[in-house]
């Protein structure tokens, strides 16, 4: 287990339960060499401490992954008032944690990979069946990222003066206390 892991752990326990809980920044590289930033879903980690996200296929999100797999996350802890920083590179899963997930999964939110393409312009067509109803098919738009992660900057926004440190993967987990 990451040295890390147990402080992550230890604010996801101290925090309330609201969904927003699961809510955290995933920073990419755009496909025009500029930053992009959007709200993503915590899913989980996987048995090797990868942070693991879904997302769609034919996202933009997924282009820019493709071309540039380095990514950072932003999660912010408000009640306890803790940000963690991870900075690492990410892959697609094509294997049974894809499955796994997908079969977690509400027919209310499997539903959404059937959606319309994300970032296209809305058009209201009666023909699109956006249902809730699915085939017990995984969808091929459904993509369950992990991200692998080298660095990780902790940063707790105690009174009066914050306290920050970083670990940094080189062969192994090297933690510092630095400056906030």
Not at 23 to 40: M, S
Not at 61 to 84: A, D, G, R, S
Not at 173 to 180: A, F, K, T
């Amino acid at each position: 287990m990451p040295p890390w892991f147990s402080q992550i752990n230890s604010a996801e326990r101290n925090e309330s339960r609201f969904d927003s809980l699961k809510w955290v920044q995933l920073a990419t590289i755009g496909l025009d060499n500029t930053p992009r930033v959007r709200t993503v879903v915590f899913r989980g980690w996987s048995e090797s401490y990868e942070m693991e996200i879904y997302t769609d296929i034919r996202s933009q999100k997924y282009y820019e992954l493709y071309l540039n797999n380095n990514v950072e996350i932003c999660w912010l802890f408000p009640n306890t008032k803790c940000q963690f920083r991870f900075r690492g590179t990410s892959r697609i899963d094509l294997g049974k944690d894809k499955l796994r997930h997908w079969e977690t999964l509400s027919e209310r939110s499997k539903s959404m990979w059937k959606w319309p393409t994300p970032g296209d312009q809305f058009l209201i067509d009666p023909k699109i069946d956006l249902s809730v109803q699915n085939n017990g098919k995984i969808s091929n738009n459904f993509v369950l990222l992990k991200i692998d992660i080298n660095h990780v900057d902790q940063l707790l926004l105690d009174k009066p003066t914050h306290i920050r440190r970083r670990w940094i993967l080189k062969k192994e987990w090297v933690e510092e206390r630095i400056n906030p």
